[in-house]
């Protein structure tokens, strides 16, 4: 079983920074991870997909309103990913999720196998 857990929420100002951690447990061979992302859930509006990594390639994805702000990433081990957010706007407020998948594409879509507890972000 795949666990995740997210850290480095926080308040900040509008046009400040923060950099979210998800320490990521429990992998086996059989987990065949093929993506982790990032997702937020604003309140009173569904869970949207924010940035995500591919494990094959390394390759990313972003929605369009946090291109060239946001960041994912993970550390060599590929044991953390992490989300570094810069120029923070109020918009981006909201609960931000860690969650990883078997599928190899599509992986924005938020129906992912294994998910974190949610780490809370506000921006004012």
């Known amino acids: 079983q795949v666990q995740l857990v997210e850290s480095g929420g926080g308040s900040v100002q509008a046009g400040g920074s923060l950099r979210l951690s998800c320490a990521a447990s429990?992998?086996?061979?059989?987990?065949?991870?093929?993506?982790m992302g990032w997702f937020r859930q604003a309140p009173g509006k569904g869970r949207e997909g924010v940035a995500v990594?591919?494990?094959?390639?390394?390759?990313?994805d972003y929605t369009d309103s946090v291109k060239g702000r946001f960041t994912i990433s993970r550390d060599n081990a590929k044991t953390t990913l992490y989300l570094q957010m810069n120029s923070l706007k109020p918009e981006d407020t909201g609960m931000y999720y860690c969650a990883a998948d078997r599928r190899r594409d599509g992986c924005m879509v938020p129906s992912h196998e294994y998910w974190g507890q949610g780490t809370q972000v506000t921006v004012s």
């Open positions: 990594l591919y494990t094959g390639g390394a390759s990313t």
């Open positions: 429990g992998y086996t061979y059989t987990s065949r991870i093929g993506c």
